[in-house]
């Protein structure tokens, strides 16, 4: 790029800036439940135990055009990627107003019958190759760091899916873990694996009535789930490793 392509493409940046601030600051005004509200959720909750909260959410306010998008990357709040997401982290971005939510706890889990055979000696442990995010990737590492894998799975989805054909072990949130009964926690929940789950936003839409709206319903949604998310929920029972 030239030096006045630069130049340019900074005052476009700067340009750009300006308008979604403006449209924030507008946006500031509703004071009606109505409009277009975009939702970035992390997949392995949007399709299972969220998805109940969202319908209701626009069931009770059908004039709000309620638009879920689902992504396991940080979407660019800034730039109006989307208006609010759901993300799971210890360190949310300051520029960004967040609400936890509550902690999401994880285990190690296995199938019933993989997990009795590794207890009576009949089957090695053995680890899934994980790669859907860095906090799984990591423990996996720490929980296995010779890497003997042959078996690799970029989404918790199909962990779970591997988990439950007998494939091996790996770590799951316990909400999702604790809620099939063909697994069994190999290992219960660890503090040092906790992580919190943040609803955050822009601060431009802070006074912006669709965002407070959906920020209120899915605290009282997660206020009635907070033993799953923190494993606390009839927990399988735990195999000795």
């Known amino acids: 790029m030239t030096e006045a392509g630069e130049e340019l493409q900074l005052s476009a940046r700067r340009i750009e800036v300006e308008i979604l601030g403006f449209e924030g600051a507008q946006a500031g005004h509703d004071t009606d439940a109505a409009g277009e509200l975009r939702v970035s959720a992390i997949n392995n909750m949007a399709s299972t135990v969220l998805m109940p909260a969202f319908t209701r959410f ?21 730039e109006r990627d989307a208006d609010i997401a759901i993300r799971l982290t210890n360190t949310p971005l300051d520029t960004l107003i967040g609400t ?50 042959n078996f690799y799975v970029d989404d918790t989805l199909l962990t779970l899916a591997a988990l439950k ?39 431009d839409l802070r006074r912006t009535k669709r965002v407070r709206l959906f920020r209120e319903h899915m605290q009282s949604e997660i206020a009635n789930l907070r033993d799953l998310f923190e494993g606390n929920s009839a927990p399988q029972t735990n195999c000795p490793s």
Request: glycine residues 8%.
């Open 58 to 78: 626009s069931k009770a306010y059908p004039k709000i055009e309620f638009h879920l998008v689902v992504t396991n990357k940080f979407v660019k709040l800034a």
């Open 100 to 149: 936890r939510l509550t902690t999401v706890a994880s285990a190690v889990y296995g199938s019933q019958d993989y997990c009795a055979q590794v207890q009576a000696g009949t089957a090695a442990e053995k680890w899934l190759g994980i790669e859907c995010c860095g906090f799984h990737t990591s423990w996996t590492k720490d929980a296995c760091p010779d890497k003997d894998h």
């Open 165 to 203: 054909a007998g494939a091996g072990l790996a770590y799951l949130p316990c909400f999702m873990g604790d809620s099939q009964p063909s697994l069994s926690r190999f290992r219960p929940p660890d503090a040092k694996h906790d992580l919190g789950l943040w609803l955050v936003y822009h601060r």
